[in-house]
T-cell receptor, first 109, second 111 residues
Framework: SQQGEEDPQALSIQEGENATMNCSYKTSINNLQWYRQNSGRGLVHLILIRSNEREKHSGRLRVTLDTSKKSSSLLITASRAADTASYFCAAGGGNKLTFGTGTQLKVEL | DAGITQSPRYKITETGRQVTLMCHQTWSHSYMFWYRQDLGHGLRLIYYSAAADITDKGEVPDGYVVSRSKTENFPLTLESATRSQTSVYFC??????????FGSGTRLTVV
């Protein structure tokens, strides 16, 4: 079973717009991470937020975490065509991560 | 070159054959992982290792064997390949509590 579940499954926006992806998980976590995967490539780590943090920023990325609702969101501001990829959340419990099925983001010119 | 490398990049094998996928990392990360990625299932953990000679099962370990005699290597063996093991396999490494670094993947087709 998947610990992390992303919503929506697919998202199409115009360049310059913001993209928001949500993630829900089931059990207690130590941290929650977001990854990007370009077609045919390996996953790339974007950001990690610990269970005692509520918000974290990295460049154009903003991640929030609500442990009471067991949910997280990833906001990409001022999106670019190069942001087109699949985005995965991964819930960290102990020493391993459980990944969701991902959100496919398409940023159109 | 520093990093995490997987080999082969592509592999076609026949049902019943033994196949070994290689994974090598140069950071001396203590943790290493094997995932498989299939449409509709996302990434599922097969096996992981916390250190040399310490391995543990993940979500979908049946039909797979791992070993870790050296910190930098974590091979994954399919003892008798089945069509259901056709997938993209990713190796990853990390230090405790940090993000994972993934390899480029091995696309395995079992015919």
């Amino acid at each position: 079973s998947q610990q992390g579940e992303e919503d929506p499954q697919a998202l199409s926006i115009q360049e310059g717009e913001n993209a928001t992806m949500n993630c829900s998980y089931k059990t207690s976590i130590n941290n929650l991470q977001w990854y990007r995967q370009n077609s045919g490539r390996g996953l790339v780590h974007l950001i990690l937020i610990r269970s005692n943090e509520r918000e974290k920023h990295s460049g154009r990325l903003r991640v929030t975490l609500d442990t009471s609702k067991k949910s997280s969101s990833l906001l990409i501001t001022a999106s670019r065509a190069a942001d087109t990829a699949s985005y995965f959340c991964a819930a960290g419990g102990g020493n391993k991560l459980t990944f969701g099925t991902g959100t496919q983001l398409k940023v159109e010119l | 070159d520093a990093g995490i490398t997987q080999s082969p990049r592509y592999k076609i094998t026949e049902t019943g054959r033994q196949v070994t996928l290689m994974c090598h990392q140069t950071w001396s990360h203590s943790y290493m992982f094997w995932y498989r990625q299939d449409l509709g299932h996302g990434l599922r953990l097969i096996y992981y290792s916390a250190a040399a000679d310490i391995t543990d099962k993940g979500e979908v370990p049946d039909g797979y064997v791992v070993s870790r005699s050296k910190t930098e290597n974590f091979p994954l063996t399919l003892e008798s390949a089945t069509r259901s093991q056709t997938s993209v396999y990713f190796c990853a490494s990390s230090v405790q509590g940090a993000g994972y670094t993934f390899g480029s993947g091995t696309r395995l087709t079992v015919v």
